[in-house]
């Protein structure tokens, strides 16, 4: 286990909206934070839309503990419209065993079209 081993938060948002504040999106229904069972650290980040997003931008951001994760983002915009990923240098964004992982959206008010359905992984090193 030198390298720990490597697993995947899968969150789900569907039909995300224009002029979302941090919303938190969902694990399984009605669930939006996972509790972390061990120390570890988070190694990359991916996001995907449903379709291609035409106007506007949104972004989906980590949050431990209620609280934002610096450089923890992944965005559908003009570069990345459908899909977006993130790699992290092991060991630089950590969490503690009972932390609780969360995964929010924002975005802007002009997201179009409104019916994209996003897939967020969240890949962990425990």
């Known amino acids: 286990m030198a390298d720990g081993n490597l697993f995947a938060l899968e969150f789900y948002r569907q039909d995300v909206a224009p ?3 941090y ?11 996972v509790v972390m069972p061990r120390s570890g650290s988070v190694i990359a980040m ?24 610096s450089g923890c983002s992944v965005y559908l915009d003009s570069t990345t419209p459908q899909y977006s990923y993130l ?4 060991g630089t964004k950590t969490f503690a ?8 959206v924002n975005s ?10 996003a897939c967020v992984v969240v890949w962990l090193s425990i």
């Open 19 to 21: 002029s979302q504040n």
């Open 46 to 69: 991916s996001a995907a839309g449903s379709a291609a997003r035409t106007a506007g931008w949104a972004s989906f951001s980590l949050f431990r503990n209620g609280v934002m994760m």
């Open 97 to 104: 065993a009972g932390d609780k992982l969360s995964i929010r």
């Open 108 to 117: 802007d008010a002009n997201l179009a079209p409104t019916t994209i359905d």
């Open 87 to 90: 790699t992290l240098a092991k």
């Open 23 to 33: 919303v938190p999106i969902e694990i399984v229904p009605g669930v939006t934070e």
